[in-house]
């Protein structure tokens, strides 16, 4: 079974903060993507990465960073978190068809 | 960029019954189509992947027209354990916002 994990659960942070989200897949998947997930808006993708140290932006990367420096690990930073930055934040990994396998998700609450 | 669109439901529907969503899609150049379920408070997770006119997996039937630019997904015997929300994708890496099923005793 492919895993996706990620590094937290629930994480409460400051306005103006700098905010790791790691996450880690163990199937050897080319393809990584970030994506928020906000009710009524749907999940709404931040960034992705094709490959080692590729990164490409999606429908909403303002206000966010991301790291890919080895194939299982991507990460996505907030580089001053916001209030409306609060949001679920699922990462997923896909096989060369974009069948997506999602990690259980991140809550963040930036207060 | 090109949206994907689902109707939001809820469908509440009685155990046994079938039940019918469609996904429109607007990006022509998607190749391959997918269903999620997503639980509440959970992720989604992988329900069915449509490569061409359809696919098949015990109660669950999902096709593809082309043609006419939607994706549907077939429900039949529907249980309990069936309630959740339904998410559609293609290749183009956009989500519809999900169908949300009920399925009631």
């Known amino acids: 079974d492919v895993k996706v994990t990620q590094s937290s659960r629930y994480l409460v942070k400051r306005t103006g903060e700098k905010v790791f989200l790691e996450c880690v897949q163990d199937m050897d998947h080319e393809n990584m993507f970030w994506y928020r997930q906000d009710p009524g808006l749907g999940l709404r993708l931040i960034y992705f990465?094709?490959?080692?140290?590729?990164?490409e932006k999606g429908d909403i990367p303002e206000g966010y960073s991301v790291s890919r420096e080895k194939k299982e690990r991507f990460s996505l930073i907030l580089e001053s978190a916001s209030t409306n930055q609060t949001s679920m934040y699922l990462c997923?990994?896909?096989?060369?068809?974009?069948?997506?396998?999602f990690g259980p998700g991140t809550r963040l609450t930036v207060t | 960029r090109k949206e994907v669109e689902q109707d939001p439901g809820p469908f509440n529907v009685p155990e046994g019954a079938t039940v019918a969503f469609n996904c429109t899609y607007s990006?022509?150049?998607?190749?391959?189509f997918f269903w999620y379920r997503q639980d509440c408070r959970k992720e989604p997770k992988l329900l069915m992947s449509?490569?061409?006119s359809g696919n098949e997996d015990g109660r669950f039937t999902a096709q593809l027209n082309r043609a006419s630019q939607y994706i549907s997904l077939l429900i039949r015997d529907s249980k309990l354990s069936d309630s959740a929300t339904y998410l559609c994708a293609g290749t183009a890496l956009i989500f519809g916002k999900g169908t949300t099923l009920s399925v009631s005793s």
């Open positions: 997923a990994s896909s096989t060369d068809h974009y069948e997506q396998y």
């Open positions: 990006n022509s150049a998607s190749q391959s």
């Open positions: 990465s094709y490959d080692v140290k590729m990164k």
């Open positions: 449509v490569y061409s």
